[in-house]
């Protein structure tokens, strides 16, 4: 079965981007940025391959979900397919007009259930936090890039999601020199699955 992974940069205190949906504050270059370049550059938008000259690997990703307000600053700066080399898929309560390239879903937790019994790679959870608080019971995999600054205020990981614990299980950390450390959990069923098939 496909896993469902956010993946996503989070400040210090648990917010993905400031209150206005800003991520300026993030680190943009460091040691830690070879993880984003090589191992997760599926999730890379098409202008920084272009811009680096790489074609994007295609063996991680192959469908991203993303919410409205995700899009958005693409979409502001004159990208209408941030992410043509996946699925794109945006979840939105009402009719919006996207590029053909891009779907549109009310109802995200069905559609990414209805993904997951597809044949293909991974799917990736691009944000925002309310959709990840929406599709936190989907949740297989959280990869988040602790950056080294508090913001205070902002936009939460699971937005407003209401408190219904779910655990996950630590699998990896790695701290750079950058301040950054990349925390990889996964769902106990996800842990208990990849132990079975090693």
Same mark, same amino acid.
């Given at each position: 079965?496909?896993?469902? !992974?956010?993946?996503?940069?989070?400040?210090?205190?648990?917010?993905?981007?400031? /209150?206005?949906? %800003?991520?300026?504050?993030?680190?943009?270059?460091?040691?830690? !940025? !070879?993880?984003?370049?090589?191992?997760?550059?599926?999730?890379?938008?098409?202008?920084?391959h272009a811009a680096m000259g790489i074609e994007p690997p295609r063996t991680r990703f192959?469908?991203?979900?993303?919410?409205?307000?995700?899009? &958005? /600053?693409?979409?502001?700066?004159?990208?209408?397919?941030?992410y043509p080399h996946l699925r794109q898929i945006v979840a939105s309560r009402r009719a919006?007009?996207?590029?053909?390239?891009?779907?549109?879903?009310?109802?995200?937790?069905?559609?990414?259930?209805?993904?997951?019994?597809?044949?293909?790679?991974?799917?990736?959870?691009?944000? %925002? %936090?309310?959709?990840?608080?929406?599709?936190?019971?989907?949740?297989?995999?959280?990869?988040?890039?602790?950056?080294?600054? &508090?913001?205070?205020?902002?936009?939460?990981?699971?937005?407003?999601?209401?408190?219904?614990?779910?655990?996950?299980?630590?699998?990896?950390?790695? &701290?750079?020199?950058?301040?950054?450390?990349?925390?990889?959990?996964?769902? /106990?069923?996800?842990?208990?699955?990849?132990?079975?098939?090693?």
């Amino acid at each position: 079965m496909r896993e469902l !992974s956010y993946y996503v940069a989070v400040s210090l205190d648990g917010f993905i981007a400031d /209150p206005g949906g %800003g991520f300026d504050a993030f680190l943009i270059e460091g040691d830690h !940025s !070879s993880v984003l370049f090589e191992e997760y550059a599926d999730a890379l938008p098409a202008h920084a391959h272009a811009a680096m000259g790489i074609e994007p690997p295609r063996t991680r990703f192959d469908t991203v979900i993303m919410g409205w307000n995700t899009l &958005a /600053p693409a979409l502001e700066a004159g990208i209408d397919s941030p992410y043509p080399h996946l699925r794109q898929i945006v979840a939105s309560r009402r009719a919006r007009e996207v590029a053909p390239a891009i779907s549109l879903t009310a109802d995200p937790l069905a559609t990414v259930r209805s993904l997951k019994e597809e044949d293909g790679l991974g799917i990736w959870l691009c944000g %925002g %936090g309310e959709l990840a608080g929406t599709l936190l019971p989907e949740i297989d995999r959280l990869i988040l890039k602790r950056h080294p600054v &508090a913001f205070g205020r902002g936009i939460p990981l699971f937005g407003n999601a209401p408190y219904a614990p779910r655990p996950f299980d630590l699998i990896r950390t790695r &701290a750079f020199g950058s301040g950054v450390v990349v925390e990889e959990y996964a769902s /106990p069923a996800i842990v208990s699955a990849d132990r079975m098939s090693h």
